[in-house]
């Protein structure tokens, strides 16, 4: 079984920044990595989605606040998350999609690996 081991989460205040790291397997393949949220009674949606160094995705709702990145040496997906705001505190997922489905990779529909999620809270 595929493991996405996801750290970084936490609080900070309105205007605050936090780093989500995403460490994923050596032998994960031909797949895009991506990170997902989920805030209590809504459903879950795509944040961004990296592939390779090529290609990135973010969503409309965090778009100039937050960035994805990769470190191929270390096999590690990083999102970068500044200016945030109480609507992004939520359960937030590290994920994996294959990529065949690049076109797609907002979709959570689109995922095939999960990690455990690492918790975003924003206060003010």
């Known amino acids: 079984e595929v493991q996405l081991a996801e750290s970084g989460g936490g609080s900070v205040q309105v205007g605050g920044s936090l780093r989500l790291s995403c460490e994923a397997p050596?032998?994960?393949?031909?797949?895009?990595m991506g990170w997902f949220r989920q805030a209590p009674g809504k459903e879950r949606e795509g944040v961004a989605t990296?592939?390779?160094?090529?290609?990135?995705t973010i969503a409309r709702s965090v778009k100039d606040r937050f960035t994805i990145s990769q470190d191929d040496a270390s096999n590690t997906v990083y999102l970068q998350m500044t200016n945030l705001k109480p609507e992004d505190t939520a359960m937030y997922y590290c994920?994996?999609?294959?990529?065949?489905?690049?076109?797609?990779?907002?979709?959570?529909?689109?995922?095939?690996?999960w990690g455990q999620g690492t918790q975003v809270t924003v206060s003010s």
């Open positions: 990296i592939r390779g160094n090529l290609a990135t």
């Open positions: 994920a994996a999609g294959p990529i065949s489905l690049w076109y797609s990779s907002l979709s959570p529909a689109s995922i095939t690996i």
């Open positions: 050596s032998t994960l393949e031909n797949v895009y």
